[in-house]
Structures are given as structure tokens and as C-alpha cells.
């Protein structure tokens, strides 16, 4: 009898221990802000001109969270939202073009967003997958996948704790019943995101 009651005590003590959370398969899972605040978020994009060069840009306003769990990877989400109208290519009269109803017509439609719908683990990767989700661009919905890798995650100076990661994707501007030949060429059919995202844990 009493070595009943010692035994039962001690996997009582077990379950609370710091180790047995710290095991938990849900001990790690977390809901995280995208850093606006400190600058430690990047959109850019690239797309041909007149399939002569590169012209490159990014979106500097955005807001956006994400989820992460290191123990089911498969439950990993992301949700952003990009306000168009700070598209940046370092050229205000090109910017104010592409900005017009010939592209993204940002004052009918002042906010792109993509919303996840899925992770797939890449095979014998702890750090590597395909994010699924929709973007909205343009007033079009249209699916798309984000080639994602993790960077690194952990303390940061000032109490939080971060998570960092990284992301390629491209679609045809047609997709999204944009013209790409209003001076960009049809070359210019597609376009190349990169995604660099830092998250504060909430």
C-alpha cells in the first residue's frame, strides 16, 4: 500500500515538473506579431523590364501575424496584409505608375493579403516547407505557395522572445488580371517575392 502511494506521488510530481512541460507537445507553440515597429520585416519583389533588366521594389507598410509550433509543424499559419500603396522601386514617377489603374490600381483596391490554408513539412527538414495559402491582389483571389525556411529563433535583448523566417513565391501578373505590357514588356509576365519576416511571441 505504501508503495502504491510513493509511486503514485512521484509520477504526480513528474507530470508538474519543469521537464514534463518543457516536453509538452504544445510547451512551444505560439502566436507571433510580425516586427513592424522595428524594421525587422521585408517584402520585396522583382520583375523584368522589357526582359532587358531587373526592376526591384518592396512594400514598406504591412501588418501580419503567424503561428508556429516546433512540434507539429503541420499547424504552422500566417496571415498578412500589405497596404499597396507603399510600393517603393526608388523612382516616384515610376512608383506613381505603377500604383495607377494600369497595375495595382491601389485607390480600388488599397490592400493585397494572403492568408494561409496549410504547412507541409519538406521530408527530413525541421526547418524547410511550403507554406499554402490565398492571396488577394488586385481584387483577384488566387492560390499560391511560399517556398519557407526557418532562420532562427530565440531571446532578444529586450525580454521577448523571436522567431525569424524567410520566403520565395512567384505568379503571373495575368493571374490577377493585371496587364504586364503597359510598359513593363511582356516579358514582364511574372513576378519574384521575397518574404523576410521576423515575429515578436505573443
Excluded: C
Excluded at 510580425?34 to 520585416?41: P, S, T
Excluded at 532587358?52 to 501588418?63: A, H, I, P
Excluded at 520565395?168 to 513593363?184: G, Q, R, S, V
Aim: aromatic share 10%.
Amino acid at each position: 500500500m505504501l508503495m502504491k502511494k510513493i509511486l503514485a506521488a512521484g509520477l504526480a510530481a513528474m507530470a508538474l515538473s519543469p521537464l514534463a512541460m518543457a516536453v509538452s507537445p504544445t510547451a512551444d507553440a505560439a502566436e507571433y506579431q510580425i516586427d513592424k515597429e522595428g524594421q525587422h520585416a521585408f517584402i520585396e519583389f522583382r520583375i523584368q523590364h522589357l526582359g532587358y533588366s531587373w526592376l526591384l521594389g518592396q512594400f514598406r507598410d504591412f501588418d501580419g501575424s503567424f503561428s508556429y509550433d516546433p512540434d507539429d509543424l503541420t499547424a504552422s499559419a500566417a496571415e498578412v496584409t500589405i497596404h499597396t500603396d507603399s510600393l517603393d522601386t526608388n523612382h516616384a514617377e515610376r512608383d506613381k505608375h505603377l500604383k495607377s489603374a494600369d497595375f495595382l490600381n491601389v485607390s480600388k483596391f488599397p490592400e493585397a493579403r494572403f492568408v494561409s490554408t496549410g504547412f507541409e513539412p519538406k521530408e527530413g527538414e525541421s526547418d524547410e516547407g511550403v507554406l499554402k495559402g490565398d492571396l488577394t491582389l488586385h481584387g483577384v483571389t488566387r492560390p499560391v505557395e511560399i517556398e519557407v525556411t526557418r532562420i532562427g529563433g530565440g531571446d532578444d535583448p529586450w525580454g521577448g522572445y523571436r522567431q525569424g523566417f524567410e520566403g520565395e513565391t512567384e505568379f503571373k501578373l495575368a493571374d490577377f488580371n493585371i496587364d504586364p505590357d503597359n510598359h513593363l514588356g511582356p516579358a514582364s509576365e511574372t513576378v519574384h517575392l521575397y518574404l523576410s519576416l521576423e515575429g515578436v511571441r505573443q
